[in-house]
Every structure is written in structure tokens, then in C-alpha cells.
């Protein structure tokens, strides 16, 4: 595809996203200006990242240690601010939070500890959500995240690290789960979370397949991939 033919698939996709966040906000009784959509770049080139900043997007979302550090270094000359949504192996944390403005996917107390350490090499303080265990109690679903019952102990380390700034909770749902409830169930950890923790009003949730149902549940922080990028090619 050419340069030109690219921008305009990523021209449009933007375009829909952005009316499927207005509508569901709408819908909702919220203001679509509160709700940040983060771009999910990954599998995808540089390339695409600087038209998509062309284009007016600033906040961009990765998933793997490798390819976010590799993106951020070829992209250091724009002003990004960079979303790291994946599975964090204990040993790379200190790594990531050297390059991540925001780290959606904080699942345990060393990974939080970890963040930390790395978030002294910068100036800016690192914006952590504690990823919640969306799945059924007791079942392990191979997703991620903080069970109920350990959030605390984790929103509690980031809270007091010094370097890191507790935003608020993100979920993913579970293979097979109804997208509505799962993000209800995280709205309600959202609520239990804050009554301790005033400033964790973040919530972030949906992506391509169901930004409307959790625009209805609360989210304020989408993150959408193939919807703008279209279907990533299969991982080698
Ligand atoms: C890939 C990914 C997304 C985006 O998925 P799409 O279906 O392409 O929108 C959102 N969140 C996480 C955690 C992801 O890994």
C-alpha cells in the first residue's frame, strides 16, 4: 500500500473510532472529550506511527517490551505519550518504565516495586493502573491481572513508591465473557478502589470489538487497535 493510501485507511479509522466514542458517551450521558483513546500499535511499523501522529494521535499503546523500546527510540523526536498495555515479566519492569508514561497492566507488588526503581531515571513520574483478573473466581485465565482481593496490597505500593502515580484500574474480558458485565464488575472494583484512593479515577477498558460497552460501564481510557490499523498480520 501506498504512503498516501495508508493515511487515508488510518484517516478513516480514526474517523469511525472517534464516532463510536462519541455516540457511546453520548449514549451515556458523558462528555466524549474525557475519554482518551490510546492507539494499539503494536505489530505494526514506525511508519504507521508517524502518520497516525500526522494524523493528530498522540497517546499510543504497546504490549511488548522489545518492540515499545525499539518505537520509542525511532520516534523520539515527537511528543508521544506512550501507553504499555501488556504482560510485564518481572525482570524487564525496570526497563519499561524508563520509556512508559503509562503502564495499564501493573498485576503484582514486584512488578509495582520494579516500575519504580526504573521510574528514577526519568523526570516524569510513571501513571500506573492495576490490571484486575476479570475472570471467574478461582479460574485462571491466562489474562492477567490482580485478583479482588489483592488490589490494595498492589494500588497500595504504587500509592507509596515515589515515582509512580496511582491512576486507577483496567481490565481485560475474559475469553468468552460477556464484555457489558466484565467491565460492570471492573466499574464496581473502580468505585471500591477510589474510597481509599481519591485520585485512581481512571478506568481503562474496551478495545475495537467493545469500546461502546465499556464507554456505558465508565471507561476513561479506550484502547483500540485493529479498528484504526485494521486486522495485524499473524505473530511469527
Ligand atoms: C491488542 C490489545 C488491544 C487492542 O485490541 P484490538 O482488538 O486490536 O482493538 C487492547 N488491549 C490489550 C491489552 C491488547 O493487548
Redesign the pocket.
Known amino acids: 500500500m501506498t504512503e498516501s493510501l495508508r493515511r487515508e485507511f488510518l484517516a478513516r479509522g480514526l474517523r469511525n473510532v472517534s464516532e463510536r466514542v462519541a455516540k457511546a458517551a453520548e449514549c451515556a450521558g458523558r462528555d466524549p472529550d474525557l475519554i482518551t483513546t490510546v492507539v494499539?500499535t503494536?505489530t505494526w511499523p514506525a511508519s504507521d506511527l508517524r502518520l497516525l501522529h500526522e494524523l493528530g494521535v498522540r497517546d499510543f499503546?504497546e504490549?511488548r517490551h522489545q518492540e515499545g523500546v525499539e518505537k520509542a527510540a525511532e520516534l523520539a523526536d515527537l511528543d508521544l505519550t506512550w501507553h504499555f498495555?501488556?504482560q510485564i515479566q518481572s525482570n524487564k519492569a525496570n526497563k519499561i518504565s524508563r520509556y512508559a508514561d503509562v503502564v495499564?497492566?501493573v498485576d503484582s507488588v514486584p512488578v509495582a516495586q520494579r516500575l519504580n526503581a526504573g521510574a528514577h531515571h526519568r523526570e516524569k513520574v510513571v501513571d500506573c493502573f492495576v490490571q484486575v483478573d476479570l475472570g471467574p473466581e478461582g479460574l485462571v485465565q491466562g489474562r492477567g491481572g490482580v485478583v479482588p482481593a489483592e488490589i490494595d496490597e498492589v494500588a497500595h505500593t504504587i500509592d507509596t513508591a515515589g515515582r509512580l502515580r496511582l491512576g486507577g484500574v483496567m481490565g481485560?474480558v475474559p475469553l468468552g465473557a460477556d464484555p457489558a458485565s466484565s467491565y460492570r464488575r471492573l466499574a464496581e472494583v473502580s468505585r471500591r478502589l477510589l474510597e481509599t484512593h481519591r485520585g485512581a479515577t481512571a478506568i481503562s477498558a474496551g478495545?475495537?470489538?467493545d469500546v461502546e460497552e465499556a464507554i456505558v460501564a465508565g471507561a476513561t481510557h479506550v484502547?483500540?487497535?485493529?479498528?484504526v490499523?485494521g486486522e495485524?498480520p499473524p505473530l511469527g
Do not use: F
Open positions: 494499539v503494536k499503546g504490549n498495555i501488556g495499564h497492566s481485560v478495545m475495537s470489538a484502547r483500540v487497535g485493529s479498528a490499523l495485524r
